[in-house]
């Protein structure tokens, strides 16, 4: 059983920065999700088991950057510019079965509980 649990969400105005990070149990392909009210979850970034490879969605390119550091069996997520349709629940999710960097929910087979983000104007 992998266990993933998130933390580093909060309140923070447009242009503010914020870290998340995601504790994991083992060596995976990572990805970041978030969801809106009323809006689908939606692919942020994914990084390859050893980091050595990182995908991102559009909108967060060059404001996002996912990172691992497998000594401490962390994913983060440095979120830089925030915008308020940055707002969300952040979640982080692990790929336990493919090597590759998947940006479709389904690649993923573990889901961490979530961590709200809530960027103001």
């Known amino acids: 059983q992998v266990q993933l649990v998130e933390s580093g969400g909060g309140l923070v105005q447009a242009g503010d920065s914020l870290r998340l990070s995601c504790a994991v149990s083992?060596?995976?392909?990572m990805g970041w999700f978030r969801q809106a009210p009323g809006k689908e979850r939606e692919f942020v970034a994914g990084?390859?088991?050893?980091?050595?490879?990182?995908v991102y969605a559009d909108s967060v390119k060059g404001r996002f950057t996912i990172s691992r550091d497998n000594a401490k069996s962390t994913v983060y997520l440095q979120m830089n510019s925030l915008k308020p349709e940055d707002t969300a629940v952040y979640y982080c999710?692990?790929?336990?079965?493919?090597?590759?960097?998947?940006?479709?929910?389904?690649?993923?087979?573990?889901w961490g509980q979530g961590t709200q983000v809530t960027v103001s104007s």
């Open positions: 999710a692990a790929n336990t079965r493919r090597a590759l960097v998947g940006k479709a929910s389904r690649d993923y087979d573990y």
């Open positions: 083992g060596r995976y392909v």
């Open positions: 990084i390859s088991w050893n980091g050595g490879s990182t």
